[in-house]
């Protein structure tokens, strides 16, 4: 079996639930064990993981179709969430396609093992270009404020008696007290690219490794960055943040994150309310930027499902672009929306609503409540009333 292990091929790999799935070997390694760096077909690349040989198994003849299949299955996936039909940006450019193979290949085996940051140790899910002189760190120490980051235990403790920094850089532009626990309330930062330089390059970096498809690292000049945090009253740590490049009419949002420890909470629907409000304030249509992270397209399809309805519910049948001057959502989501839930039918050349089961809203919400009494979590809610942001006039 050894002789068969080899790097591109197909096996059998035990999963953490005791079964066997077909998977690719990506990578060995003989420190500190011989071990193999897998990705299982059927699962997203953030469960690629090292494991031994005795938790492989050969592919039975006949499952090379199967394993096949599922690869099949699931760049179609990547390609469609990439290129809705309604986006006119050409994704099978020559040079895209090279470039994202490069990356791809580039970025295959996950380099950090765990990080700390601050109170939390995280594991990791994707590669991101730490200290790119050692190709495995078992463990990165990240500063929670200032977010530099440390090879060594010692230093990363040293550093922390000397920190400065309690706070995001840049301009706070929202709070809102929430008294949930040790939590005294909830702040959003407006950080700028071009003056906050090294924050905003680590904060890249941090999100990388939580973000398979984002590759921009160190170019951060044309962007905002939007900071949120949780405040405790002596400090506040950061939850998430949402990127936005400037004077870039076409997107509202560039990546957004929700750290681990933080997810489950709301504050994904809040970063995205917020990148709303904002286009609102602009006067402006919002959309966010393509290829969506698997977990950004579980969040913008649940805000979006959610407000839609909403606004049925409360204001009746509307047309399509009625929905998207209320809401602030662009036509072709709104429409992706309303087709996944079978609610608009094309009718003598147009798109009209079709709301058969008025029932069907109600029961939507009624569900989404018992799901939020399931997860005992306190859920945060983004309140515009209190964003302190006003457009500044263009010169």
């Known amino acids: 079996m050894e002789s068969d292990l080899k790097i591109g091929s197909r096996v059998l790999c035990k999963w953490t639930d005791g079964k066997y799935y077909p998977a690719e070997i990506v990578h060995e390694r003989s420190i500190p064990s011989h071990e193999f760096?897998?990705?299982?077909?059927?699962?997203?690349?953030r469960l690629d993981t090292w494991i031994a040989q005795d938790q492989i198994a050969p592919l039975p003849p006949?499952?090379?179709?199967?394993?096949?299949?599922?690869?099949?299955?699931?760049?179609?996936?990547?390609?469609?969430?990439?290129?809705?039909?309604?986006?006119?940006?050409?994704?099978n450019s020559p040079e895209l396609t090279q470039f994202e193979k490069d990356h791809e290949e580039n970025t295959k085996v996950r380099n950090v093992d765990r990080i700390i940051l601050g109170r939390y140790e995280?594991?990791?899910?994707?590669?991101?270009?730490?200290?790119?002189?050692?190709?495995?760190?078992?463990?990165?120490?990240?500063?929670?404020?200032?977010?530099?980051?440390?090879?060594?235990?010692?230093?990363?403790?040293?550093?922390?008696?000397?920190?400065?920094?309690?706070?995001?850089?840049?301009?706070?532009?929202?709070?809102?007290?929430?008294?949930?626990?040790?939590?005294?309330?909830?702040?959003?930062?407006?950080?700028?690219?071009?003056?906050h330089k090294l924050y905003c390059q680590n904060f890249c970096l941090l999100a990388k490794l939580f973000l398979d498809h984002k590759t921009l690292y160190?170019?951060?000049?044309?962007?905002?960055?939007?900071?949120?945090?949780?405040?405790?009253?002596?400090?506040?740590?950061?939850?998430?943040?949402?990127?936005?490049?400037?004077?870039?009419?076409?997107?509202?949002?560039?990546?957004?994150?929700?750290?681990?420890?933080?997810?489950?909470?709301?504050?994904?629907?809040?970063?995205?309310?917020?990148?709303?409000?904002?286009?609102?304030?602009?006067?402006?249509?919002?959309?966010?930027?393509?290829?969506?992270?698997?977990?950004?397209?579980?969040?913008?399809?649940?805000?979006?499902?959610?407000?839609?309805?909403?606004?049925?519910?409360?204001?009746?049948?509307?047309?399509?672009?009625?929905?998207?001057d209320i809401t602030g959502i662009a036509n072709h989501d709104v429409m992706e929306t309303l087709t996944s839930l079978n609610l608009v039918k094309y009718w003598k050349g147009q798109h009209i609503m079709n709301i058969a089961n008025p029932k069907m809203i109600e029961e939507h919400f009624k569900k989404k409540e018992q799901r939020k009494k399931k997860l005992k979590i306190a859920q945060i809610k983004f309140d515009p009333r209190r964003l302190n942001y006003t457009v500044t006039p263009q010169s």
Not at 62 to 91: G, H, I, L
Not at 221 to 246: A, H, M, N, Q, W
Not at 270 to 287: A, D, V
């Open 218 to 324: 160190y170019y951060v000049s044309p962007f905002k960055f939007y900071v949120l945090t949780e405040d405790s009253g002596k400090c506040s740590r950061v939850v998430g943040y949402f990127s936005k490049e400037i004077g870039n009419h076409d997107y509202n949002l560039a990546c957004i994150l929700i750290l681990p420890p933080y997810q489950q909470r709301g504050y994904g629907r809040f970063l995205i309310s917020l990148s709303y409000e904002l286009s609102k304030r602009e006067g402006k249509i919002g959309t966010p930027e393509r290829p969506l992270s698997d977990m950004g397209r579980i969040s913008y399809k649940s805000y979006w499902t959610d407000t839609i309805l909403e606004v049925i519910r409360d204001r009746g049948n509307l047309t399509i672009k009625e929905i998207t």
């Open 62 to 91: 006949d499952s090379d179709k199967t394993a096949d299949s599922m690869v099949t299955r699931y760049n179609k996936r990547k390609r469609e969430e990439q290129s809705p039909t309604n986006q006119s940006e050409n994704f």
């Open 122 to 195: 995280i594991s990791p899910w994707y590669y991101s270009p730490y200290l790119s002189r050692y190709p495995h760190i078992p463990t990165l120490y990240i500063c929670e404020f200032c977010l530099k980051y440390m090879r060594h235990g010692s230093t990363y403790r040293e550093h922390v008696k000397k920190c400065l920094h309690k706070k995001p850089m840049g301009k706070m532009i929202y709070r809102d007290n929430v008294n949930f626990g040790k939590v005294k309330s909830v702040s959003v930062y407006e950080v700028m690219g071009n003056e």
């Open 37 to 45: 760096y897998i990705h299982y077909l059927p699962f997203n690349k």
